[in-house]
């Protein structure tokens, strides 16, 4: 059976891993003689062709890389009694059930919240009452909360949201997602970017053949042709 399943895995043959690697070593360098004051972002950047953002089914779907691309992304758990203590174990934030009802119908607060963090987790006991209570604030913005159960261990389940990734068809023929930072070691890149790229392939209707271009760039670097 593992040969049957081949052609899915390695669709990255359309890429050497070689040329692969001088770009994102080329990358690193840039990086690091430009001397930039913060750590760049690496982001993959894709642009599709024979594709109709108006006719054809747009794809969705998330991947967890090995590595998380922002494991400095702020969470913040929508938490009943039993996840606020977890959470305050672990130094982790959070907010309440009662802190949430005040915020019923505030739309700006409801802002603030959704800016205040990069993603959010919430209780299974709380997840339903969400949109009654925070309105459509959080799905606006793509950041509605990932379940959390109480068999869940909130710590792991925090890096789970820190290393996936959404590839997302919006009404544009470009993609752009992060998959690291500069400071990671090459090979750490080139796992994640591999992974990245196969997984996007395999959301495509025609697989490759709806790949215009790929790319792969730091936050002030110049872009490094992949495809």
Known sequence: TSEKRRPNTDKMSKLSRELLRQHIED??????????????TVELQIALKNYDPTKDKRFSGTLRLPLAPKPQLKVCV?????????AQKNGISFMDQDTLKGMKKQKKLVKKLAKSYDAFLASDTLIKQ???????????????????????????????????????MKKVLTLGVAIGR???????????????VNFLVSL????????????????????????
């Open 27 to 40: 990358m690193i360098n840039e990086s690091k003689e430009a001397n930039r004051k913060f750590t760049e």
């Open 78 to 86: 929508l938490a009943d009694a039993a996840h606020i203590e977890e």
């Open 130 to 168: 969400i949109p009654r209570l925070l309105g459509p604030g959080l799905n606006k913005v793509g950041k509605f909360p990932t379940l959390l159960t109480h068999s869940d261990d909130m710590v792991a389940k925090i890096e789970d949201v820190k290393a996936t990734i959404k590839f997302q």
């Open 182 to 196: 500069v400071d990671m070691e090459a090979e750490e890149l080139l796992m994640n970017i591999h992974q990245s």
């Open 204 to 227: 495509l209707k025609k697989n490759w053949q709806n790949v215009r271009s790929l790319n792969i760039k730091s936050t002030m670097g110049k872009p490094q042709r992949l495809y």
